[in-house]
């Protein structure tokens, strides 16, 4: 069975994955990755069309240059992508995204599984913690980047302002602000960094623990050893 302190600091590695794994499900069901504001010319005046939207679907809501609106749709992210480019970082950000999710998944596994036994020689020892806990961090930072790429570079908003209106001519303009879906993945990064924190302190001690055990015998007298 494990010690105490080892339960308590591996149950506290285990909420902080789990915590991950709940964010990480937050950030692929809302539409709140990101505010754009997308301006066209269009027949006898400029309209201005605002999307909130995120992976799977958003909303769209239409202006007139006086600011009157004009309407407001829901839409599904997908049925407005035509663009290769477009759609092909759309799925692989949710790609990265479920890898992500898995990986948070085994790493609450692991730890779940050190709080209560001890399988230090194997994979599923601190080694496998360490590792699920990074690959996750990696592909959220993956996601973090292949996103505003979309936006920025393959004009995401643009394209699906267009799905939403089809009398809109010349480009004049985009805005874009991103929102708590997109953010709140730096937490997952921070969830993920404060576990391998806790299991490299747990792992660290344990290690100079038995150093200290050891050096008794290193240092006594030669004769003393012999006896």
């Known amino acids: 069975m494990p010690s105490r302190k080892k339960t308590s600091m591996f149950a506290s590695a285990f909420c902080t994955c789990v915590s991950s794994f709940v964010v990480i499900c937050v950030v692929l069901a809302t539409p709140q990755w990101v505010s754009s504001e997308v301006r066209f010319s269009s027949i006898g005046s400029n309209v201005t069309i605002s999307l909130r939207y995120g992976l799977f679907r958003g909303t769209c809501e239409q202006f007139v240059e006086a600011g009157l609106q004009v309407s407001k749709t829901n839409f599904q992210v997908a049925d407005f992508l035509s663009s290769p480019g477009c759609r092909g970082l759309i799925v692989a950000t949710i790609v990265v995204l479920v890898l992500a999710l898995l990986s ?71 805005k874009h602000s991103y929102g708590y879906s997109y953010w709140i993945m730096l937490l997952v990064i921070f969830l993920n960094s404060a576990s391998l924190i806790i299991i490299y302190f747990y792992d660290h001690a344990r290690y100079s623990k038995k150093k200290e055990q050891e050096r008794p015998i290193e240092n006594a007298p030669k004769d003393v050893i012999l006896f």
């Open 104 to 174: 948070s998944l085994l790493s609450s596994g692991f730890t779940c599984t050190n709080a209560v036994s001890n399988p230090y020689q194997t994979f599923l020892g601190p080694v496998g913690v360490y590792t699920w806990n990074s690959v996750c961090g990696v592909l959220i930072l993956i996601a973090m980047i292949l996103f505003p790429v979309n936006v920025e570079g393959n004009s995401l908003s643009e394209e699906l302002a267009k799905g939403c209106s089809t009398s809109l001519q010349n480009h004049l303009g985009s």
